[in-house]
T-cell receptor, first 117, second 117 residues
């Protein structure tokens, strides 16, 4: 079955600390997509990254970086030098052909990140 | 960019009334739209997949007679919560898949908070 596990329910850090949010997924498919979304207090989901299963290159975008490892079915997200504005709930999501004909997104439970000044 | 709007952003209603939520893709055509529900401090759960011109596909456990979905055009899908009750109070989020793109591209609306008294 398809599943996304975000074991960290809440993380609290002090500004400028680095923080890694873990995401472990399960899928029977060989072709799938992984996503990270940010949900600030306003509630609107902000798209951060999409990665397909054939691209295991790590990616860096400013203070954000992602580590995709198929061998461990993990797609972890690191924020370097965290800032108060990074405080939000972060969701990891999976989309594969077994989710249905329209590639439904399966979300993890989310990790609430609190960055304190 | 691809913008999805939702209206209203907030709605408070009395128990037993029906509430209609609109989801619009503002600058693109969306063959498929998705409706999610998010309870406080929980993840997003897919309720149904809506396709233009056809009946919606509901997820297991979602009552199709209670949550009516209409996708009459390529830019508009509506979710009607019929005979709403306090347990229907939640954050409802829609997303739209842009026509002609790869299946994994979904754009999210800002969400609608429903409070049933």
């Amino acid at each position: 079955a398809q599943k996304v596990t975000q074991a960290q329910t809440e993380i609290s850090v002090v500004e400028k600390e680095d923080v890694t949010l873990d995401c472990v997924y399960e899928t029977r498919d060989t072709t799938y997509y992984l996503f990270w979304y940010k949900q600030p207090p306003s509630g609107e989901l902000v798209f951060l990254i999409r990665r397909n299963s054939f691209d295991e290159q790590n990616e860096i975008s400013g203070r954000y970086s992602w580590n995709f490892q198929k061998s461990t079915s993990s797609f972890n997200f690191t924020i370097t030098a965290s800032q108060v504005v990074d405080s939000a709930v972060y969701f990891c999501a999976l989309s594969d052909t077994f989710s249905g004909g329209y590639n439904k997104l399966i979300f993890g439970a989310g990790t609430r990140l609190a960055v304190h000044p | 960019g691809a913008v999805v709007s939702q209206h209203p952003s907030w709605v408070i209603c009395k128990s037993g009334t029906s509430v209609k939520i609109e989801c619009r893709s503002l600058d693109f055509q969306a063959t498929t739209m998705f409706w999610y529900r998010q309870f406080p401090k929980q993840s997003l759960m897919l309720m149904a997949t809506s396709n233009e011109g056809s009946k919606a596909t509901y997820e297991q456990g979602v009552e199709k007679d209670k949550f009516l979905i209409n996708h009459a055009s390529l830019t508009l899908s509506t979710l009607t919560v019929t005979s709403a009750h306090p347990e229907d109070s939640s954050f409802y989020i829609c997303s739209a898949r842009r026509s002609g793109t790869t299946k994994e591209t979904q754009y999210f609306g800002p969400g609608t908070r429903l409070l049933v008294l």
